[in-house]
């Protein structure tokens, strides 16, 4: 394996360089010899040819881009992470299940023990354990007024509290949380990051059904969870800093995939208004080359970000931009989708004179919560208003 890893990092075989356009053309190779097929369409059938897939890609080293060699990752170059990307939205294989991969692992690699690392990333990176994030209370989006709270005796917590909106709980073998370890006026200097196993005694899934009709998120219960102090990543109380890392690659880690995937979604949307003679409209025309712009501009930022990421270890500012960006245009261009059908684009997929299965006006509908999941749009004006344009602080929100 460690042998593959070289390789796919950019060398070949014999040892020698591998340029970029040998790297493109020998993963683009690799994902059509290896591709799973048809999606299932059984939900447990479909869980497992998820993680099928994703422990082929590990095993042949070919996941983790931007992940160190020694924990099972690609260590690739910026510019190969991105052309990485790009190979992989074009080749339509199936995205890693639960939320884990671009957001608690960078904050395990960079604050996580040893003993940890080794412990979790693996498994993480191969989808032998999916991870889940548990942030959101029923009170809102105030990270620093959490309550959920972790009570310490002796070598455990006992976790007590509820987390909602968590994406795909029901799948979760793990799930990194936030609770509170000190006092509900201690606010964001009283939070701690703790690792939970989703089957522990206490912990309660209940999915809730979303206006799409699916259940990708749920509300998680936890009574009386007992948790090992080793599984608290970083110090106690100390918590906030991880916050702030996970989810600057929350933001950073979607943005190029993004990218390079609704360059592909805005193609299949084009030749869908030409062959239904939509494009001999000049205004339809137009909103879609500004979309074809608005495309390239967010692969431009999400290239940024990630040469930040490169640079200084951290996403900084910038990825809220991104997010704020990737969150609009997605609304914009459904909202965009579903009008340009006119009647057809309202009929749902259940309906067989529904458009290309109804993808249209689910993307709509799934789309209206973009602007709440990974800090609301709110908070990402906040975020550039102070960090990157440098003005005045918001005196309700806790400092970097």
């Known amino acids: 394996m460690t042998q593959q890893i070289e390789n796919l990092s950019g060398r070949n075989e014999g040892g020698t360089s591998e340029t970029d356009d040998e790297f493109r053309s020998r993963i683009r190779q690799w994902f059509k010899d290896n591709h799973p097929g048809p999606r299932p369409r059984d939900a447990a059938e479909r869980k497992n040819w998820v993680r099928a897939f994703h422990a082929l890609m590990y095993d042949a080293g070919m996941t ?18 991105v052309i990485y990307q790009e190979e992989i939205a074009r080749a339509k294989v199936p995205s890693p299940l639960g939320t884990g991969l671009g957001i608690v692992a960078p904050t395990i690699i960079r604050y996580g023990t040893e003993s940890q690392k080794k412990r979790w990333l693996g498994p993480m ?23 959920t709270t972790a009570r310490r005796e002796g070598d455990t917590y006992v976790v007590n509290g509820q987390k909602v909106w968590t994406t795909h709980a029901s799948d979760a073998d793990v799930f990194f949380t936030l609770v509170r370890t000190g006092t509900q006026e201690s606010r964001q200097k009283g939070i701690s990051y703790l690792i939970i196993d989703a089957n522990a005694p206490g912990v309660t899934v209940r999915p809730l059904r979303d206006i799409t009709g699916a259940e990708h998120f749920a509300e998680v219960f936890f ?4 948790v090992p102090v080793t599984d608290r990543i970083g110090e106690e109380n100390e918590g906030w800093p991880l916050v702030r890392t996970s989810l600057g690659h929350e933001r950073a880690a979607g943005a190029m995939n993004q990218a390079t995937n609704y360059r592909r979604i805005l193609d299949e949307l084009i030749a869908l208004a ?4 939509l494009t001999d409209d000049p205004l339809t025309r137009d909103r879609l080359a ?8 967010m692969k431009y930022n999400a290239s940024r970000v990630i040469n930040d990421i490169t640079e200084r270890g951290e996403p900084g500012p910038a990825s809220s931009v991104s997010r704020l960006f990737i969150t609009l245009f997605e609304q914009e261009l459904h909202e965009f ?9 309202i009929v749902t997929r259940e309906s067989d004179r529904a458009v290309q299965r109804g993808r249209w006006l689910a993307g709509f509908l799934g789309s209206r919560a973009s602007t709440i999941g990974a800090g609301t749009s709110e908070i990402q004006r906040n975020t550039i208003a102070e960090q990157v344009l440098g003005m005045p602080r918001d005196p309700s929100m806790p400092a970097r």
């Open 223 to 226: 009574d009386d969870v007992r």
């Open 290 to 297: 500004d979309f074809v712009i608005r495309v390239r501009l």
């Open 64 to 81: 983790g881009p931007s992940w160190p060699v020694e924990y099972g990752g690609m260590g690739l170059s910026f510019a190969r992470q």
């Open 337 to 345: 989708a579903v009008e340009m059908l006119g009647a057809d684009g």
């Open 274 to 277: 030409r062959e239904r003679g």
């Open 125 to 147: 990176l191969r989808q032998d354990l999916i991870w889940c994030q548990g942030y959101s209370e029923p009170g809102g989006s105030d990270l620093p007024a959490l309550r």
